[in-house]
């Protein structure tokens, strides 16, 4: 078969644009595997993509009239040399690369040194110490937020505190604003049913929030140490009816807590305390930060539209109400979504058949957040005022 040869012009003189054969000149694709290069003469400029380093270039001398053996191994021996110079080549490449990281990494490094020095000195004056950080002991762990750990301590005194731990370095952007709306919430707030701030103190690299403590039991715990998992309706409505009072107090003052659940109401002698203002912010204002846990969400809040934080505690409250008498949440969802959906259109599971808790539940589980009642006006139900 004659197959025509690419002109030897264009082989030597390929650095030559105008020099380079036109892909008429090329085989068919069919014939390709046939094509032969024995008879030619070439000049190769071999170059890494890394470095573009010209290395030494080889003369294909398969135009010599040596036997198919002696091509074999002189085809052999240059693809050897060649190998073994890339090889090496490639290898001072990565050791390259490998050195340059580690520089980077360490530049980073002294960098975000600097930066989270920068950040503490930053940290100190927008949020000012009240105390020196020897007037308090931190002992161990006895609770853990979103955000921070909790820890008892004890003042001077003896007398016991809970300490919430904040690592500085996490303290940025929405945690950082949540944090200085905590503890300005605390500050204005006074109410015998809401954990009071004492202090704030810089200690190594957190940001302690020294806490009035309120023992250990939450609600969430004393379901979980029943045989039913479920409180008596009267003991139930107790709880509800304190609870209410304190949203009150603070919905007047444009405060919402935004995280009302289980966890986070304390209780001593049937007497509860509201903690953890984490998540709290000031209602003069929609909301556009949506956060909370998802079981308690309210509607508006899992369609992120803008909301009155306030509405929000009250649906809250109704899946407390609703956890604490049958030992369940009202809503439920094989995942997110599908919780989510339900949230939305309401699609409750409430096996109390009581006349009084639905009357309630139909107050508080209502869509529309401006037709949903308010604590002022849950306070007014009868079942309240009994």
Not at 63 to 88: A, F, G, M, V
Not at 101 to 109: A, E, M, T
Not at 187 to 216: F, M, P
Not at 376 to 386: A, G, R, T, V
Request: hydrophobic share 30%; with cysteine.
């Amino acid at each position: 078969m004659n197959i025509r040869k690419p002109p030897r012009e264009g082989l030597k003189s390929i650095d030559n644009k105008e020099n380079i054969p036109n892909n008429s000149s090329k085989p068919p694709p069919s014939r390709l595997n046939n094509y032969r290069l024995n008879n030619l003469t070439t000049y190769f400029k071999i170059r890494t993509p890394s470095r573009g380093r010209e290395l030494p270039k080889f003369e294909d001398n398969f135009i010599t009239k040596n036997s198919n053996n002696e091509q074999r191994q002189l085809s052999t021996k240059e693809s050897q040399q060649y190998n073994t110079l890339n090889h090496n080549t490639n290898q001072q490449y990565q050791q390259l690369r490998l050195s340059s990281k580690i520089q980077r990494k360490r530049i980073q490094g002294n960098l975000s040194a600097k930066d989270s020095t920068n950040h503490h000195d930053t940290l100190s004056k927008q949020i000012p110490s009240t105390c020196d950080d020897k007037i308090y002991s931190i002992g161990p762990i006895i609770g853990k937020g979103s955000y921070a750990i909790v820890k008892m301590g004890t003042d001077r005194h003896g007398n016991k505190v809970a300490i919430k731990m904040y690592d500085k370095a996490l303290l940025k952007g929405e945690r950082f604003n949540n944090l200085i709306k905590e503890i300005n919430t605390l500050r204005i707030l006074s109410h015998d049913q809401i954990a009071k701030l004492h202090d704030v103190y810089h200690y190594t690299s957190y940001i302690n929030l020294v806490i009035e403590y309120c023992g250990t039991e939450s609600l969430y715990q004393l379901l979980k140490s029943t045989t039913t998992r479920t409180l008596p309706k009267e003991f139930a409505f107790h709880i509800i009816h304190q609870l209410l009072k304190i949203l009150h107090y603070i919905h007047d003052r444009n405060v919402c807590h935004r995280d009302i659940k289980l966890e986070n109401i304390l209780i001593q002698n049937k007497r509860i305390k509201l903690i953890d203002f984490g998540f709290s912010t000031f209602t003069n204002q929609p909301i556009t930060c949506h956060c909370g846990t998802p079981s308690y969400m309210a509607p508006e809040v899992v369609s992120k539209l803008k909301y009155d934080g306030r509405g929000a505690d009250i649906w809250a409250t109704g899946v407390l109400l609703v956890a604490l008498l049958q030992g369940s949440f009202p809503f439920k969802g094989e995942n997110e979504r599908e919780l989510f959906k339900k949230i939305r259109n309401n699609e409750s599971n409430i096996t109390n058949q009581d006349r009084d808790v639905h009357k309630i539940l139909s107050r508080i589980f209502v869509v529309d957040p401006y037709q949903r009642a308010t604590a002022k006006e849950l306070l007014q139900l009868d079942i309240f005022k009994s």
